[in-house]
C-alpha cells in the first residue's frame, strides 16, 4: 500500500454547525464538498491520515510531528466545547519519517509530549469522523523554511508510507487568501484576488511543482495559509501522476475556500480488479458495478483473465477466453474473486497479503480458428488448445515462454493433453492493463 488519495481543505472554525450556529449556512457550497470528501475517504478506509496544518506547532527551522499515543482537542476556544476530539497517532510512521530524515540530515524534530489538537485538524475530522469512526491519525506542522523544503518533506513521508506498507490519506488543511472583501476580516488587498486565481489553476491542474515558484511577497500580501501545507501534498506526489478534481471555492466570508481530490492515475480495469479482491477478502462481499466506469467497461462483453502476483511470484490466475457475464465490468469482477480465492493451485489470499500483491488484467479478443502453428507468435497471440474436451489456454507475451513449440506444450499440460497428440489450434490477441 502507498499513499492513495490526499484532499486540499479548508479549515475555517465556522464551517462547524456548534460554532457557526447559523452563520455557516453562507458557505453551504463549501460544507457539501467537505461532505463528499469525508465520503470518500471514509470509503477508501485508510490506516491512518496524515493532516498538514498551519496552525498546529510551528518552528522556524524544524518540521513538528507529535509522537505522542493520543492527541485530544477541541471547539472551545470558539464556543462550542462540547464538539471534541480524541485520536490514536500512527507513532510507528512518525518515527519511520524521522528516521528517513536523520538519514538525510533533513529538519524534522518529534516529541512523545502531548500537544492540543488545532483547529486545523480538527475541522477536516469533524467531517471524516461523521463517517469513519476508526483510523489512525498524524499531524504535521509547518515552518519557516523554504517551500522545497515543504515539497521535499512530501516526499520523504511518501517513502516512510511506502516503507511501512500503509494505506494512507493525506489531507492539506489551508485556507487559501484572506484579503478577499473589505468586509472579510482582514479586509481588501489587490493581491488577494491574484494568488487566489493563479492557486485555483495550480491546483486543479495538479502541477505540484509550479507551487514552489510563487512570488514570496505576493504569498505575504495575499495572507494565505495554506500554501506550505499544500506544498507538502505537492510532495507526496512528486513521482506519481494523479488525477485531480475540483470540488468548489467560496469567498464569500472574505476568505478563500477551496476544495480538491488527487488519486494516483492508475488503469481503471485494474483498479476494479483490486478493489474487488480486497473488499470481498476483507468483507467477503461482492462489489457492486460503479456506474462512473467508461462505456466499453459497462457495455462491451469480452473473455477476461485476472492475474495476481505476490513479490513477483504467481499467486492466483483465473479467466474467461468467452464472456459469460454481460458486461467487461462484470467479467473483471468475476474473476477477480475466482483468481484470489479459487485457483486451485493456491490457497485463498488472506488480509495480510494484500498489500504486497501485484495485479494484471488482459482482455481477450474473440479467438480464430488456425490451421497451423506457423500463425502463432508467443509475444503476440495466446493460444488455446483443444483434443475432444479437453482444452488449455495460454496468455501471450509470458516470461520465459520464447517459442511457440514451448506455448503450445504447456498449453497442452494446462489441458492434460499428451505432449504427442494432435491438437486443434486456436489465438487470441489481448489487450493487458497492468
Not at 18 to 25: H, I
Not at 318 to 323: A, E, K, S
Request: proline share 5%.
Amino acid at each position: 500500500m502507498s499513499i492513495v488519495a490526499s484532499f486540499a481543505v479548508p479549515h475555517p472554525p465556522l464551517i462547524i454547525p456548534e460554532v457557526g450556529r447559523g452563520s455557516e449556512k453562507q458557505i453551504q457550497n463549501t460544507i457539501n464538498s467537505y461532505e463528499k470528501v469525508a465520503k470518500e475517504i471514509a470509503e477508501i478506509k485508510p490506516d491512518t491520515i496524515i493532516i498538514s496544518s498551519p496552525h498546529t506547532i510551528f518552528l522556524r527551522d524544524y518540521f513538528y510531528l507529535s509522537a505522542a499515543s493520543i492527541l485530544e482537542g477541541d471547539f472551545s476556544k470558539f464556543g462550542a466545547g462540547t464538539v471534541s476530539f480524541q485520536e490514536e497517532i500512527d507513532v510507528e510512521l512518525v518515527e519511520q519519517i524521522k528516521k528517513i530524515s536523520e538519514e538525510e540530515s533533513f529538519p524534522v524534530i518529534n516529541s512523545a509530549k502531548a500537544i492540543e489538537l488545532d483547529h486545523g485538524t480538527m475541522v477536516p475530522l469533524y467531517f471524516i469522523r461523521k463517517v469513519l469512526k476508526k483510523c489512525k491519525i498524524i499531524v504535521v506542522g509547518l515552518s519557516q523554511l523554504s517551500l522545497e523544503e515543504h515539497y521535499h518533506l512530501g516526499e520523504i513521508i511518501c517513502r516512510a508510507v511506502d516503507k511501512l506498507n500503509r494505506k494512507v490519506v493525506f489531507v492539506a488543511s489551508g485556507d487559501l487568501s484572506h484579503v478577499l472583501q473589505e468586509y472579510g476580516p482582514y479586509g481588501f488587498s489587490k493581491e488577494g484576488p491574484i494568488y487566489e486565481k493563479k492557486i485555483i489553476n495550480t491546483m486543479t491542474s495538479a502541477n505540484f511543482s509550479e507551487l514552489l515558484n510563487y512570488d514570496t511577497k505576493l504569498l505575504d500580501l495575499a495572507k494565505e495559509c495554506g500554501h506550505p501545507s499544500f506544498t507538502i501534498m505537492g510532495g507526496i506526489w512528486s513521482k506519481t501522476e494523479v488525477i485531480p478534481k475540483f470540488f468548489s471555492h467560496e469567498d464569500v466570508t472574505g476568505v478563500g475556500y477551496g476544495i480538491w481530490s488527487y488519486y494516483p492515475k492508475e488503469d481503471l480495469y485494474v483498479s476494479l480488479a483490486k478493489r474487488t479482491i480486497e473488499t470481498y477478502i476483507k468483507e467477503h462481499k461482492k462489489i457492486e458495478v460503479p456506474r462512473s466506469l467508461p462505456k466499453d467497461m459497462l457495455e462491451k462483453r469480452s473473455g477476461v483473465f485476472v492475474s495476481i502476483h505476490k513479490l513477483g511470484q504467481l499467486r492466483g490466475c483465473i479467466g474467461t477466453f468467452l464472456p459469460i457475464q454481460d458486461s467487461i465490468a462484470k467479467e473483471i469482477i468475476e474473476n477477480a474473486i475466482s483468481a484470489s480465492t479459487r485457483d486451485p493451485r493456491f490457497p485463498a489470499i488472506t488480509d495480510d497479503e494484500l498489500k504486497d500483491l501485484e495485479i494484471n488484467v488482459d482482455v481477450l479478443t474473440t479467438p480464430e480458428k488456425i490451421d497451423s502453428k506457423d500463425k502463432l507468435d508467443p509475444k503476440k497471440y495466446g493460444v488455446i488448445v483443444s483434443k475432444d474436451y479437453k482444452r488449455g489456454l495460454l496468455l501471450p507475451d509470458l516470461d520465459g515462454i520464447d517459442t511457440v513449440d514451448e506455448q503450445i506444450r504447456i498449453a497442452k499440460e494446462k489441458a492434460g493433453i499428451a505432449a504427442s497428440e494432435e491438437v486443434s489450434l486456436e489465438r487470441f490477441e489481448v489487450v493487458r492493463h497492468i
